[in-house]
Structure formats: structure tokens, C-alpha cells
């Protein structure tokens, strides 16, 4: 069965993920339990370098955690499945296949909220690249075999090969690395997410040659990118704090979409971009590839990513959709309603398919006045 390339996004990064979630707070006016020293608890969240975990250093900059009393401690960039994994991290923004491949394994970790439907993963080519296939023997950065969007999405729209061996890949660990690499002319290409395929058209170093969407085209399914998951444990031990932190994840999102600028002046400064750069990828998650960035959680955007893990053989074992997600402290955290809050507070204001200069100068308008 061939898939539609907006399958692809649902693989974003591959990180290590955990088990079911077993303890939640049924409170909605969340209390600092001070019996136990939560109020001093400093809580530590992990996030990658891409436009799809702009929630975390949104939240930090703009306020969010210490308005709702959490002491928070964000690592950007780091090892974050790993420290997951090994219990060493409360929470992570993390990419969804990795999460599900690790449950089996043991991984103290669930999924407590959506964070990203999917798009903005790119497959960036060098400007010396006239044709998609004059990549075929050059060096890159990917792995063809083991990256389920070149299946769905990348060689499909190329006629590139799905074969690892027609290619010198190598493994560079961050995309901002495989830009330089890409920038100084060690490697031909690479697959990122943004900013990296924005900063390379920015700056004219790059191109995108294929790029991926969230949506099946021929049937409307629906998958998801990546997550922002809760280490079970910490849950167990600091459920009101988990609650919290589930809100304020909410509280980051609406802040990307009602201050675009303002949280592009944060991204530019998390990501070491340019704003205008920033700005662009705040428009691709808000309007121009539709509203991706997202706390719902709807069931049927997992459930599709797990058959189509299970389709395409792409894990060893795949848990239940009870193992994977866990929506108890979304529900209680006294989260605002997803659908509710675009129709009321966006679309007035930033509807969808607005191009990107009318979205500019609306943002710019907007943020002058807070």
C-alpha cells in the first residue's frame, strides 16, 4: 500500500519513550503539595533544536512556568531520550515513533499531551544540486532504509531511491550540524526539521527539494509528529506539579499563536537564528501549513501512527494505544478547549491560508500594541 506523503510527518525525531501513566491529580486548581517539598522541586524538561518544540523555551522566556509557581529547568539540544529513558528527566518534547518504539523496553515515560501534528520535515539539498538524483552517490546526512518519511514522502516526491547504499550517508547527531556541514560543503544534503530548511533558503546556502504534511491526502487520516511526554515516575511522586506543567504547556502553545512576534524573538534567540527566520517557521506551525501545533488529543492520530508502524514493520514491538497516551491530566489540568480557543481567538484574527506577508504585518501590528 503506498501512502499519501502527508503520512510522513508522524516520524519526526526517533526518541526513546516509556510506559502507561499511572497517577494524576483530579483537581483542577492544581495545589503545591509543600508536605512533600514540591514547591522546591525543580523540575527538568528536555527539548530538541526544531521549530516543533518551540512551546519549551516559550514558556520560560514569556513567563509561563513561574506564573503558575513551576520551577523549571529546560535543556535544549540535549540527549533528552536518553536521560528519559534512564529517569534522569521529568518531561521532553519528543518525536512519537522513538516514544512508542521504547514502551516494550521499559522507559518510565507516556504521553500527557499532543504537541505537533506533523509538516515542516524537510529533505534539504546544497544550491549545486540542479537535480534531485544528482544526489544519488554524494555524501548526506540520512539514512534512507531506516527513515520512514523517505518511504512516504521524500522518494515518492524526488524519484530519489529508498536505498541507504546508493548513497556515502553519514550520521551527524543535530540538524544544526548537519547545516554547517551542509553550509561548509562536507555534505550534499540532509533531512531536518525547520528551522534548518528555512535558515538554508534564508541565507541561499540550500534548498528544499521534498518536504513533508501531517494529513493523508486520500483518506483524511490524521498522525502525529511528536509529543510532549511526562516521566511516569514523576508523575507518581509530583502529580500536582505534572498537572501544572501540563497546563503550562497549553498556556506556551496559545502564546506561539495570540504573540508571534514576541515568540519569534524567543525562537531567534533559543535556535541562534535570524528573526526573520523565526518568524517564518512561527507562520508555518500557526497558519501556513494549518495549525499544527496542538495540546488535543484526539486518539485517532496515534492509533493511525501505530498502524502504520505496524504496516511498515517500522518497530519490534508496538505497545497499545493505552500504553502510549494518557490524557487524564489534560483533561484536569483546567486546559482551555484547542478547537474552542482557534475559532474564538485566531481565526478573528490570523485565518488559516493567509499568506505570509499579510501574516507579518498583522503579527507586527498586534505584538506593537501588547
Known sequence: MKLSKKVQSLLLVSVIGGSLMS?????????????????DYTIKLGYYNCDHMTAAPVAVEAGIYKDLGLKVETVGNGKVPEAMAAGQMDAGYI??????GAIPKGSPI???????KGGSEYLVASNDIKDPKDLIGKKIAADPDGDLLWTTDYGPQTGLPVDSSKY???????????YLAMKTGQIKAFSTCDPWGSVAEFEKTGKIIA?????EESTGKEYNCCSFALNTNFIKEKPELAQKLVLAHTKAIQYIYTNPVESAKIFAKAY?????????????KTVGEGRTLTWKITGDEYK????????????EEIPTYEQVVNDKLLKSCGADDFDKFIKEKVNPVFPEKMNYEDWKAKAMEIDGKN
Do not use: F, P, Q, R
Open 168 to 178: 556515502e550517508c553519514v550520521n551527524i547527531d543535530s540538524s544544526k550540524d548537519a
Open 95 to 100: 518525536g512519537t515513533k522513538g516514544l512508542v
Open 110 to 116: 507516556v504521553v500527557a499531551a499532543n504537541n505537533h
Open 304 to 315: 493511525n501512527n501505530l498502524a502504520l508502524y505496524k504496516e511498515h514493520k517500522a518497530l
Open 211 to 215: 518536504s513533508t504534511k501531517y494529513k
Open 23 to 39: 497517577g494524576c491529580s483530579n483537581s483542577k486548581d492544581t495545589k503545591v503539595d509543600s508536605a512533600k517539598g514540591s514547591e
Open 272 to 284: 541562534s537564528v535570524d528573526e526573520e527566520v523565526a518568524l517564518m517557521t512561527i507562520y508555518k
